[in-house]
T-cell receptor
Framework: GAGVSQSPSNKVTEKGKDVELRCDPISGHTALYWYRQRLGQGLEFLIYFQGNSAPDKSGLPSDRFSAERTGESVSTLTIQRTQQEDSAVYLC????????????FGSGTQLSVL | AQSVSQHNHHVILSEAASLELGCNYSYGGTVNLFWYVQYPGQHLQLLLKYFSGDPLVKGIKGFEAEFIKSKFSFNLRKPSVQWSDTAEYFCAVTGAGSQGNLIFGKGTKLSVKP
């Protein structure tokens, strides 16, 4: 595609439910990143994929968060048993090669946990 | 701990005023530095980056930034702002040759009055 695509753009869920957020990176981009931005805060790194493997998962805040990437393309971020503090914009970015030399960001998924 | 500090949360300027947004980082070793910008309703996009060489780097739309190693700073400047520069600006750092995480500041919102 022309850019990084994320879906859904908005998600409202009830506390305790599971959610899945999807990211379609730019075709051919081997590196994929997930960030979270809470209101009034900077971007918080969650996880990085190089191909289908995740060499850096250090930012995942708890074991309720997981992510996978298949076919060196689509990635899914799953949050289980959502909590109100999970409310944030979840941003996905991709880059052509390993290393964040130039990240292309999607428009994000606004997650609201009621 | 690795971190990026942006001094101003919100800057309000009139058109044609000069701009300087502060950015200081804490990161061991050689760094790569970035400024990203998010215009209203748009994706985050790269404004400029520093990897090595001339510490004064020029980006799109007349922006420039200067890397001062002794001050751990990478301030963003523009001699004369326009209304269209209204956006949120994020400074970011990563280790040179890093394959992963880009550490972002909390962002500075710039409002330019016509």
């Amino acid at each position: 595609g022309a850019g990084v695509s994320q879906s859904p753009s908005n998600k409202v869920t009830e506390k305790g439910k599971d959610v899945e957020l999807r990211c379609d990176p730019i075709s051919g981009h081997t590196a994929l990143y997930w960030y979270r931005q809470r209101l009034g805060q900077g971007l918080e790194f969650l996880i990085y994929f190089q191909g289908n493997s995740a060499p850096d998962k250090s930012g995942l805040p708890s074991d309720r968060f997981s992510a996978e990437r298949t076919g060196e393309s689509v990635s899914t971020l799953t949050i289980q048993r959502t909590q109100q503090e999970d409310s944030a914009v979840y941003l996905c970015a991709s880059s052509l090669e390993g290393g964040p030399k130039k990240l292309f960001f999607g428009s994000g998924t606004q997650l609201s946990v009621l | 701990a690795q971190s990026v500090s942006q001094h101003n949360h919100h800057v309000i300027l009139s058109e044609a005023a000069s701009l300087e947004l502060g950015c200081n980082y804490s990161y061991g070793g050689t760094v790569n530095l970035f400024w990203y910008v998010q215009y209203p309703g748009q994706h985050l996009q790269l404004l400029l980056k520093y990897f090595s060489g001339d510490p004064l780097v020029k980006g799109i739309k007349g922006f420039e930034a200067e890397f001062i190693k002794s001050k751990f700073s990478f301030n963003l400047r523009k001699p004369s702002v326009q209304w269209s520069d209204t956006a949120e600006y994020f400074c970011a750092v990563t280790g040179a040759g890093s394959q992963g995480n880009l550490i972002f500041g909390k962002g500075t919102k710039l409002s330019v009055k016509p």
